[in-house]
């Protein structure tokens, strides 16, 4: 089975740094994706890990930990456009399963 | 490229009556799936296909919902009967297929189809 765990709600400050973590329990583990939801929109593809380490793209950077099944996103100078939801999904297994948290709804305040 | 299409972008039935979406996947995307998003939550997989194949169901109320992918391209989702707790939006989402390299396997999403369920 896939257990994911990631905060229901965050707020920040516009430019400011937020990290907004998830942790998971995933058989056949192969990758972790990071999706940008707005309201009333689709998901779209932020970032993706394979490997332990830090991927850098922009004002996002995202995180993953294999041993301990942990990630996070970070998002810098944070702008207003920014409030969304932020959704975790592993992949696994041979076919690609790609599973979803609840989402993190991010409030960008002035 | 153009990316994935679905329609309708919204329908609203009554419970009981029946529903289909309809999907095309990015050209030459071989796995296919349909996510139930309910308002609050996130994507929920209902099923995936590999080409014509389904892959994974294990989340699909089969009592009510039904999927194909007959020529491994289109796909289409049917909900017969409705209920209140279907209203949510469909959305479907295609990758290129697997053991590729990380950039060709992005999850890519359509619209979705919002349904009402009164």
């Known amino acids: 089975g896939q257990n994911i765990d990631q905060p229901t709600e965050m707020t920040a400050t516009e430019g400011a740094i937020v990290q907004i973590n998830c942790t998971y329990q995933t058989s056949g583990f192969n990758g972790l994706f990071w999706y940008q939801q707005h309201a009333g929109e689709a998901p779209t593809f932020l970032s993706y890990?394979?490997?332990?380490g830090l991927e850098e793209k922009g004002r996002f950077s995202s995180f993953l930990s294999r041993s301990k099944g942990y990630s996070y996103l970070l998002l810098k100078e944070l702008q207003m456009k920014d409030s969304a939801s932020y959704l975790c999904a592993p992949r696994s297994g041979g076919y690609q399963k790609v599973t979803f948290g609840t989402g993190t709804k991010l409030q960008v305040i002035p | 490229e153009a990316g994935v299409a679905q329609s309708p972008r919204y329908k609203i039935i009554e419970k009981r009556q029946s529903v289909a979406f309809w999907c095309n996947p990015i050209s030459g995307h071989a796995t296919l799936y349909w996510y139930q998003q309910i308002l609050g939550q996130g994507p929920k997989l209902l099923i995936q296909f590999q080409n014509n194949g389904v892959v994974d169901d294990s989340q699909l109320p089969k009592d009510r919902f039904s999927a194909e992918r007959l020529k491994g391209v289109d796909s289409t989702l049917k909900i017969q009967p409705a209920k209140l707790e279907d209203s949510a939006v469909y959305l479907c989402a295609s990758i290129l297929g697997y053991g590729l390299p990380s950039g060709a396997n992005v999850l890519t999403f359509g619209a979705g189809s919002r349904l009402t369920v009164l």
């Open positions: 890990n394979v490997l332990d």
